[in-house]
């Protein structure tokens, strides 16, 4: 007999074999690449137009300080649901966005040979850890001009010692904890300024209040604890520093972090940082360290003329630098950007298990653990747009925690970021298909969307995970609503409209944004020849699709009960164990109107539909 949720060894194994090749699709595009010559990091150069579309803080937005671990800012998105004439109202979805952190992330300093990845660099030049360092403070220094009722940063007293004896780094002792870092000509402002930047402990810090009492800081805020520290080396005359100096503004550090990158020519390395810095709420929210390699930093042959400093990176593109900036506070969003690249808008929740096998049996494979840039490359080239964030989330570690959510098919969807991206990153994404006259069925995937659409008190929440319920329901075993607009003939889909921000003396700022068409992913199945490993194969030990079925079917199912038509998948292994109010065992046949108790019973026959379990 037929299995009612699970598929058969066949179809299992078909879609292994499909996981397995798309991903191998796109090793064999990044190893055209390379025999093509064709940019390695080109990605980084996207961060200047990146997501045009995505939004960022409003000037006085409107900040709730209730909290004792963070700040959140509110907004109100708008959705569109159906095209004229369909009556079905546009509805609005509240989001919140934390922009304060109750603890500064930790930062740890390890030897290349240790740390996992490592940016590729010329010449041994690696600058990756101090770019951060100072991106950490850029990036904080913005958001204290913009956030309302934040303040800083502000130098502490902790500062990187000087180097007073003009150690060649050649010569600097093998196994040494110092890392000298060679500062350029500067002043004694800038002096400073990389003084706090790399100081052990925390040199500077950027607050806003809580209403519960503590003080909280920036998302970007770091503590630097290692063993290795930095000596900083400058060319200019070595003269004790002030003790009091004002902490340099967004704009200066920004000057200074420029002026570094000209003096070095590590520009792409700073862009490199930034992608990085990023993701440190990330692992923030992951609770957990950071661990950074130790910079090396060549001193620089200077020739006798004065530095002339250019307009800095970044100044005349501050409205992206914003964009970042909102996109980097809401590490639930980024995380949901990074797994997005795992979904499949072809592959059911009763079968997931088995693409997610086929993947990870391929990423596991030789030929990609043997190098992490290679298994970076693979991934980025999925969807080129991401490549950037996935890049940050492998030179500060993110990726690990992100690729075991992958492999467990444990991840959340963020609609917002979504829309704001152009993102396809659930099922409940795409558009309603539309009926043929005298269709008697539709696809359970369409019956979410027209019941999410509907926005029903029940379902005003998406389905948590991404991947679409298999089968189809009889038009006449859906609810009111689906019945309705599925006859409509009229096109229905979500559709992001815009958004309104919540700001001071009860004010709104609405914004509102033409439709951003989503990306189709990369990954074609390929004709040839491809020698499938079928170690990971395992149809019995399928957890990731009995998961994510149980929890798309509790969405679906769990307000209305279970069509009679579904008995056999109402009394599945999967589904069996639901915890339910209305959950009894099953009396009637196909010909009763309801079953259950008569708990809520009679409201929902009139509003809902008959034939439940």
Not at 7 to 16: D, S, V
Request: net charge negative; charged share 20%.
């Amino acid at each position: 007999m037929e299995d009612a949720v699970c598929p058969n060894e066949q179809a299992f194994k078909a879609m292994y074999e499909r996981g397995y090749c798309t991903w191998f699709s796109l090793y064999e595009m990044t190893v055209a690449d390379t025999k093509n010559h064709l940019p390695l990091w080109d990605c980084l150069f996207q961060l200047e137009n990146a997501f045009p579309d995505h939004p960022s803080f409003p000037e006085n937005l409107a900040v709730d300080a209730s909290f004792s671990n963070t700040v959140i800012a509110v907004g109100i998105s708008t959705w569109r649901t159906a095209q004229e004439p369909c009556d079905l109202p546009s509805f609005d979805q509240e989001f919140f966005i934390p922009i304060a952190s109750d603890r500064p992330t930790i930062l740890t300093i390890s030897d290349p040979q240790q740390s996992t990845f490592v940016f590729p660099r010329s010449e041994d030049d690696d600058h990756i850890t101090l770019l951060i360092l100072a991106w950490t403070y850029i990036l904080s220094a913005r958001w204290a001009e913009i956030i309302p009722g934040a303040s800083g940063p502000e130098y502490s007293s902790f500062e990187a010692e000087w180097d007073d004896k003009n150690i060649p780094l050649e010569r600097a002792p093998t196994g040494s904890t110092t890392a000298i870092v060679d500062l350029g000509d500067i002043d004694d402002d800038a002096a400073r300024w990389w003084a706090a930047v790399l100081a052990l402990e925390g040199g500077w810090n950027a607050s806003i209040p809580s209403d519960k009492g503590p003080i909280l800081h920036s998302p970007w805020s770091t503590k630097l604890v290692s063993e290795q520290h930095f000596t900083l080396s400058r060319g200019t005359k070595l003269r004790p520093l002030l003790t009091q100096y004002r902490a340099a503004s967004f704009t200066t550090a920004l000057r200074y972090l420029s002026n570094y990158c000209e003096f070095h020519n590590v520009a792409e390395q700073s862009h490199a940082a930034l992608a990085a810095t990023l993701l440190l709420p990330v692992a923030r929210f992951d609770n957990r360290r950071v661990q950074l390699p130790t910079p090396r930093v060549r001193r620089k042959v200077r020739l006798n003329r004065e530095t002339t400093c250019k307009t800095p990176a970044w100044s005349k593109n501050l409205n992206q630098l914003d964009k970042f900036l909102t996109l980097s506070c809401n590490a639930v969003g980024t995380k949901a950007l990074l797994s997005s690249i795992f979904f499949d808008p072809g592959v059911a929740c009763n079968i997931c298990g088995a693409w997610l096998q086929g993947t990870f049996a391929f990423l596991d494979s030789d030929i990609i653990m043997q190098d992490q840039h290679i298994l970076l490359r693979v991934l980025m080239k999925r969807d080129p747009s991401l490549g950037f964030l996935w890049l940050g989330a492998f030179i500060i570690g993110a990726k690990t925690r992100s690729l075991q959510e992958a492999r467990q098919a444990w991840w959340k969807i963020d609609l917002h970021v979504a829309a704001w991206t152009g993102t396809l990153m659930s099922f409940i994404q795409e558009p309603v298909s539309t009926l043929a006259p005298g269709t008697k069925e539709l696809s359970r995937a369409d019956e979410c969307r027209l019941m999410y659409l509907s926005h029903d008190q029940y379902y005003t929440t998406p389905p948590l995970f991404p991947f679409p319920p298999f089968g189809s329901t009889a038009i006449t075993d859906t609810n009111i609503d689906v019945r309705q607009h599925a006859q409509c003939e009229t096109s229905h889909g979500l559709e992001y409209e815009g958004l309104t921000w919540r700001c001071r003396s009860g004010q709104r700022t609405t914004t509102t944004f033409p439709r951003i068409p989503f990306r189709t992913k990369d990954g074609q199945l390929t004709n040839g020849n491809i020698s499938i490993t079928y170690d990971k194969l395992d149809n019995e030990d399928d957890d990731c699709s009995e998961m994510v079925t149980r929890n798309i079917f509790t969405w679906l199912r769990d307000d209305d009960g279970f069509p009679i038509a579904e008995r056999a998948i109402r009394e599945h292994e999967w589904i069996d164990n639901l915890d339910s109010d209305d959950d009894c065992p099953i009396t009637g046949d196909a010909q009763s109107t309801a079953g259950g108790n008569l708990h809520g019973w009679l409201l929902k026959t009139m509003t809902k539909r008959s034939n439940s379990l």
